[in-house]
C-alpha cells in the first residue's frame, strides 16, 4: 500500500528533530456546494534539523516515531 504523501507549510520548528506542519484542503459544503478551506497540524520528523519556519515541505506517511509523530519530511519543495 503505497504511504501517503501531503504538502503544508512549516509553522514550528522548535523541537528537536520534529516541525509542526500546517497542511491545507479544500473540501466542497455538501448544502451549500462552496468550497471550504480545512488546515490541519502534523507533527513531522526531521532527522537533520534543516527545515525551517515558512518553508513549504512535503510530508511522508511512516511508522509511528512516538505519541503523535507518525509522518517524516521528504523533500523541501521550495
Not at 36 to 62: F, L, T
Request: proline share 4%; glycine share 2%.
Amino acid at each position: 500500500m503505497p504511504k501517503r504523501v501531503l504538502q503544508g507549510v512549516v509553522v514550528s520548528d522548535k523541537q528537536d528533530k520534529t516541525v509542526t506542519v500546517l497542511v491545507e484542503r479544500r473540501v466542497m459544503h455538501p448544502i451549500y456546494k462552496k468550497y471550504v478551506r480545512k488546515s490541519k497540524k502534523y507533527a513531522a520528523h526531521d532527522e537533520a534539523n534543516v527545515v525551517k519556519e515558512g518553508d513549504i515541505i512535503r510530508i511522508r506517511e511512516c511508522r509511528p516515531l512516538s505519541k503523535r509523530k507518525c509522518w517524516e519530511v521528504v523533500t523541501e519543495s521550495a
